[in-house]
């Protein structure tokens, strides 16, 4: 089955049927996750030869437009895990890309601090996350906002500033079930209604060193502007209040 047909089937078997539900009690289309799990589509861009669909941002595009004008949240929770399936596709490890391919781990990213108060003048406070090394483990301290699928998706591509001297954040996978993470009960952030999108607390998270990513011959790359370019090109429901990027923080 092509991913055209089998997107067309999980349109009409359950993502149109419970949009409406969503969008007016703000709940999770869990159901629709699973669906487009199980129909290849969340791992519709993790390489054939690991189960994958073997396909790339057009096709993505394509798949998270027709979603979104179905369904707005499950549109926005689809985006931003093929966004964040990119950067795991380049630089994570065989297990979780086939965890993706058959769909069965959905990602999502948390690249956007808040920051604590304002500095002289009115300007921002500077960027509050942090990574702290300690032999082979890393604490993460940081409270990301308009994270979304806070609190559903299996694990967050997390960004810091920099733990040694590069000049790029540090990106970090962090398994959703990391002790330390915290997730209001209620969805606090400005995402389409049943986005999840909310606030994500580490103080601290511990994830091992070897759960960074972007890096080449010991060298950093530049992982985030692969987050960047899938983001400018996959299409977004965006409000006033919502950071169409979320990397404002990274700047």
């Not at 369904?71 to 689809?78: D, H, N, R, Y």
């Not at 509050?128 to 993460?140: M, N, P």
């Not at 790029?168 to 002790?179: E, F, M, N, T």
Request: proline share 7%; net charge neutral; with cysteine.
């Amino acid at each position: 089955m092509s991913y055209r047909s089998a997107l067309s089937y999980v349109l009409s078997s359950t993502i149109e049927p419970s949009a409406e539900q969503t969008g007016a009690h703000g709940r999770f289309p869990r159901a629709s996750v699973v669906a487009l799990g199980e129909a290849g589509l969340l791992g519709l861009t993790v390489s054939a030869h690991l189960g994958g669909g073997g396909l790339g941002l057009v096709e993505a595009a394509e798949v998270v437009t027709e979603v979104s004008r179905a369904c707005p949240a499950t549109g926005t929770v689809l985006r931003s895990h093929y966004a964040a399936a990119a950067l795991i596709e380049a630089y994570g490890t065989p297990w979780v890309r086939r965890k993706i391919a058959a769909g069965h781990h959905l990602s999502t990213l948390a690249l956007t601090d808040v920051r604590d108060g304002q500095g002289p003048g009115g300007t921002a406070s500077p960027t509050v996350s942090t990574a702290t090394h300690t032999g082979d483990v890393v604490a993460l301290r940081a409270r990301k906002r308009n994270v979304v699928a806070a609190g559903e998706a299996d694990s967050y591509i997390w960004s810091s500033r920099p733990a040694d001297d590069s000049d790029r954040p540090a990106l970090w996978l962090v398994p959703a079930d990391a002790p330390g993470l915290f997730v209001p009960a209620r969805p606090n952030g400005a995402g389409p209604r049943g986005s999840g999108t909310s606030t994500v607390c580490a103080d601290p998270v511990l994830v091992p060193a070897s759960a960074g990513l972007g890096r080449e011959g010991g060298r950093r790359t530049d992982a985030l502007g692969t987050v960047l370019e899938w983001l400018a090109t996959l299409p977004a429901v965006v409000s006033a209040t919502v950071d169409p990027v979320g990397t404002e923080a990274l700047a």
